[in-house]
């Protein structure tokens, strides 16, 4: 198969707060509909180039290879490829890594060999967005996203809603260094043990989405979002706290997220397994006053981190530039070049 032998292709793809799942229920056929906002601050870059076998350097570049070998195989590709993973979102805490970086690698290996596949092919052939439509999604454009849940014939969870998150918003994070969330086997025995989620709940979940958070991010009401948020935040932590030993998974996070409820911050919550959490402000400073104050409050929490990130509306980005070309450059200036660059496309 014809292949762009001396070019590259690097990817840059931003993480995700998974806000929580609407419809755990599925009592009208589909299954999982959930709500994210896609956030800079926290991102997976790599570049991806023909190479003679598999090799791969940086954080995670062993997940990466096992993405490459798998769709080689799958599209019956010669050769291999060669991987420098340069920066990576953290694994296992509630950002999204596995999606974004499966999506990175498939992205890279279907420009340079031209294979015809979107996003959401990818992501059903590496086995990503199981459950969750955001993941894709937030690689695709970014934004406030809301997915249709899985029914019968779903590759992957369809996006129903997207609207630009607020630019003057700011996302405060909430780093757990000691814990992790649930992944692998023990998430899925959960989503199979736990007891059926309430049709009325799920019912009253929708009503928030439709009438507290999207008409909140196009109004710019951070009250209204936020209160939609904390509601989804609290019932669907209380469906999972047996699997996850609580509300939210990390008892110093949950500690914090209560503070900032007893301060009347509205959007507080935990994205999916946790442990990170996060507190949504309606400008910088407001969010960076309160990160101050955290710090000076949860002195006794040392394993706790903070961050403040703005939402991203732009989602993957995709560079194409020739090998010969990159090098020199990265000699040079110690950038890359940019020949040809652009959003991904669905």
Known sequence: MLYHKNQNVTVRTPARLHLGFVDLGGALGRKFISAGVTIDGFSTE??????????????????????????????????????????????????????????CVGSCIAKLWNIKVDAVGIAQELGRGARSGIGVAAFVQG???????????????????????????RILIIEDSNDLGLHGAPESDAFSTLPRFSDNCAGFLSRQVLARILPGVIEKNI????????????????????????????????????????????GV????????????????????????????????????????????????????????????????????????SGQING
């Open 223 to 266: 009250q209204e979002f936020g209160m939609g948020v904390r509601e989804i935040q609290q019932r669907v932590g209380d469906y999972f706290a047996p699997a996850q030993g609580g509300r939210y998974t990390s008892a110093a996070v949950a500690e914090v997220i209560e503070y900032l409820i007893g301060k009347n911050i509205p």
């Open 269 to 340: 919550g935990q994205s999916s397994w946790g442990p990170t959490g996060f507190a949504f402000f309606d400008s910088d400073v407001a969010a960076h006053s309160m990160l101050r104050e955290l710090q000076n409050q949860f002195t006794h929490l040392p394993q706790l981190g903070y961050k403040v990130v703005q939402g991203n509306n732009e989602g993957a980005v995709m560079t194409l530039a020739n090998t010969v070309e990159q090098k020199q450059n990265n000699q040079n200036t110690g950038h890359g070049s940019d020949h040809d």
């Open 46 to 103: 790599l570049t991806l180039e023909p190479s003679k076998k598999f090799e791969a350097s940086g954080p995670r570049s062993e997940r990466a290879l096992d993405f490459a070998r798998e769709l080689f195989e799958k599209w019956n590709l010669d050769g291999g490829c060669a991987i420098n993973v340069h920066r990576s979102i953290p694994e296992h805490s509630g950002l999204g890594s596995g999606t974004q970086l499966a999506l």
């Open 143 to 169: 934004g406030m996203i809301v997915d249709g849940g899985r029914g019968s014939n779903t590759r992957v969870p369809p996006t129903v809603a997207r609207h630009p998150f607020p630019e003057a918003w």
